[in-house]
């Protein structure tokens, strides 16, 4: 199998490149996020649909401000023929193609198809084709019971380790199904028989009782024939019975005799309750029809006083706020500032300012003047007078003290004319609270003069009460009789029910007394016929006893039966569980399992070492009994592999994944390793050269295409083909 190229379109980082692949080694190479190991991806998941480390399919679209249209990537590549496989992340569906086959556009069937092209299944591929970083070395780090697992699974006895699993759980499942242990169901057969044959002796008993008690009844009714027997039986059971019944509806009648006195007295009981509440009801009607009026009025009168209660609280909140009104009109008024003056003549003071603004800035320029030069008397440039040194000074002070006299005039001024504010606003301050205090006296007058007269609350409280107090009194009396007209319906019927069935009681006893004579006049019942009955219960009691125990004698039978088909199941199944556990001990991993991987080690430690000759290694290695890889030296010393140099990894890794690729992987003759020298420093893979330019004489000899993504600069030397990405 050969790669021949791969093109990704809006794929991780690439917009839309073109790589193409020569037999031999390929390198990938650039800096570190130009997207080396997402191109081994790409061909990984062309191959198998699944796309390492990315989760969905969509996290494979190239980012962009815009929308980036199709993202795919197409994988043409040699095996037998040549294909071309597309895998579509967005619009345009997946397909694979090729000279002479159907094109496949089912995610699954591609899959599917192309396991079956390339004749190597998914695991060879994720574990000794396409080699992750890091990974490179994954089988000399694994543990010794990972390591195990990895070389069964690399041999392909994974499927032996699932038998046995298999079987170990057939056996606990058979073992779980057995129905019950085998001594229990034994001693089970045992009880079963002796309780038959316990059975069969008391049949033979019941049958001679039975048998007797016949004999018994015919030597009562020697001249008669057996149906004779049973319908004097009969009719001596009917006579008894109707006896009886005769008993029971005489005490009945007795009793309901005696229960309609009691139940007479308590209907006048409860009539006469009946007759004393509608008094009572009729005496409260006209109390409280008395009473309306005073009632009406007391509602009224307490309406009157609770309009009276909010109109004096409403007069009590405008006198509070009448209150405060005149603390507002008691504030003094602003008091006037001492130097209070009514006005500030504005033209006078801003000449005054104007003429001292001129004068400064003579007396600047001349000051200035003066120091620069020295010279006592200067002509001012601005006015053209001489100005002597003295004049200057005492025009200083002059203008120093005109200054501060202005500055205190404008505060004056301003001063009171903040009075003159305050005292506009104090006068219109108060004229608006003597308003609103003539306001609220006049509202308080009228409100007094409407307030409703006082009236006695506490009296008409009573009278509400009280009529209150007899309409509720008249409720309960209603609640009472409608209570006591249900008592006394209940007695009522209680009387007709009890009266028809006395009428109905004396007819049955004139039915029953009839039918006894009717018996005594058609039957001569002789004097032993009390006898005849006892007999026949007992005769049918043994009879049926005798059945019973026929039916038990033949379900134990059948119980014998079934535990003895039951013993033949357990038997087999743990025949079965014996010849099943055989079976598994040999397939344990430490049996036929474990000759065959050491069998396969022995020719996997043959290949490593053959290509470690072909590599010019100084080191040859062999399996021990824990499978792990030793490296044997010239001097015959000999190391764990684990603990061997970088470089001496990187060599015996290189070995092992090509001898697993021809041996395992059906002479595939691709393998893909990304970052295999990751760890290394520039020393020792530059001791490596030798070894890697020998990678390529091997991938030639063998016809294996190798492509190595690498970042290192050294390794290119030993490509035969050299793809640059992030130029």
Known sequence: MRFQSLQLTNYCQFHDVLLDFQPGVNLIAGPNGSGKSNCLKALYGALTGEFRNTG???????ISDTDVGESAITAKFFCNQEYSVTRSFKQRGSILESTGMESVTKEREINSALESILGVSKHILDQYVFVDQWMMFSFLAASPAERVKFLQALFGLSEIEEVWQTMGEHITKVSA?????????????????????????????????VKAIQD????????????????????VNEYYSLVQALATVTQAIAQLESGFGQLSTDTQSVETQVTRCRETIENLDR???DFHGFYVQAISQLSSANDRAKQLKTIQQREAQLARLN?????????????????????FYNSLQADLASQSVCLKIVSLARASCGAANIQCPTCGNHIDKSIVDQSVEALAFLEVEISNKKRLDSESRLYDKQ??????QRDSTLKAIQQETQVIAQLTSQLPAEVNIEESQSIIEQYEGLVADKNKQLSLLSSLNSKLASLQ?????????????????????????????????????????TLFSEFTNASHALEVM????????????????????IEVKSEHVQQMEEARSIVHRNGLPSMVTRDHLRKLEVSVNSFLVQLSSEFRVRIDESLNFVAIFPNNKEQPAGRLSGGQKVVLALAFRLSVNIHYAQGFGLLCLDEPTVGLDDLRIDSLQQVLTELRQVAKSHQIQIIVVSHEPALVKMADHVILLGQ
């Open 423 to 428: 005292v506009e606003s104090y006068a219109r």
């Open 327 to 347: 603390a507002q009109l008691a504030v003094p008024a602003p008091q006037q500032p001492s130097n209070y003056v009514s006005s500030l003549d504005a033209a």
């Open 287 to 289: 109390s409280i029809n």
């Open 216 to 235: 018994e009844l015919l030597r009562y009714v020697s001249t008669v024939s057996m149906q004779a027997v049973n319908d004097l039986s009969a009719k």
């Open 550 to 569: 026929e039916i038990k004698s033949t379900t134990t039978a059948t119980e014998i039966a079934r535990l003895n088909k039951l013993r033949l199941e």
């Open 493 to 533: 019927t209680a009387a007709q029910l009890n009266s028809k069935r006395y009428s109905e009681l004396l007819a049955e006893r004139v039915s029953i007394n009839q039918k006894i004579d009717a018996i005594s006049s058609s039957y001569a019942i002789p004097d032993n016929a009390n006898t005849i009955p």
């Open 177 to 209: 199904s057995r129905p019950a242990d085998l001594s229990i169901v034994t001693q089970g057969i045992a009880d079963n028989r002796r309780s038959f044959e316990d059975l069969q002796r008391l049949i033979l008993s019941k049958q001679s009782e």
């Open 56 to 62: 969905d399919k969509s996290a494979n679209v190239r």
